[in-house]
């Protein structure tokens, strides 16, 4: 479990199980994700990325450590396109249309619901690993042709590749 999974592992295409315990060896996964992420210059880090079939994922988008355990979107509004990454996915980048902003409840280590809500770079975050908790990953996000040249350079350069 101290690995990222890239592109092609199982993980990152299950839709993750619901947590339903919140105990000692939660809040030990959720330490070994963040110092993980922290490890790998991310900004989130969802438990399928380390081969991990639970609903949860940590961020820092710049304002310290998040956890988010089964995360429910709320709302979101408007679109913008951005150069987006995966650790997954190490080494490729790709305009990505997603919402600007994003409005989510998630359980807390105690199982206490808050919400997790921004724009720009916080939205993003909470959009792409919310992703990553249902199983799809950063090419889903684009277009066909776009995919298929996208799968090919990875499959010609592997892992970590070259900005796309």
């Known amino acids: 479990m101290n690995e990222i ?15 339903t315990v919140f105990d000692k060896s939660l809040k030990t996964l959720a330490d070994k994700m963040l ?19 639970m609903n949860i994922f940590v961020y820092d988008a710049g304002n310290g450590a998040n956890i988010c355990i089964n995360p429910k979107l709320i709302s979101k509004k408007n679109k913008s396109v951005f150069h987006e990454g995966c650790l997954s996915l190490p ?13 989510i409840t998630a359980q ?25 908790l249902k199983g799809k990953i950063l090419l889903s996000k684009l277009k066909r042709s776009e995919r298929k040249e996208a799968l090919m350079k990875i ?3 592997g892992f970590p590749g070259k900005d796309v």
């Open 35 to 53: 110092e993980i992420m922290y490890l790998n210059k991310g900004v989130g880090l969802a438990a399928p990325q380390i081969g991990i079939d």
């Open 155 to 157: 499959a010609l350069n």
């Open 5 to 19: 999974v890239k592109y092609g592992h199982p993980s990152l295409t299950i839709k993750c199980k619901s947590v």
């Open 91 to 103: 080494g490729y980048y790709w305009e990505i249309t997603r919402s600007d902003y994003v409005k």
């Open 108 to 132: 807390d280590l105690d199982g206490i619901n808050k919400i997790h809500e921004g724009d720009e770079l916080i939205g993003r975050v909470l959009q792409h690993e919310i992703d990553h």
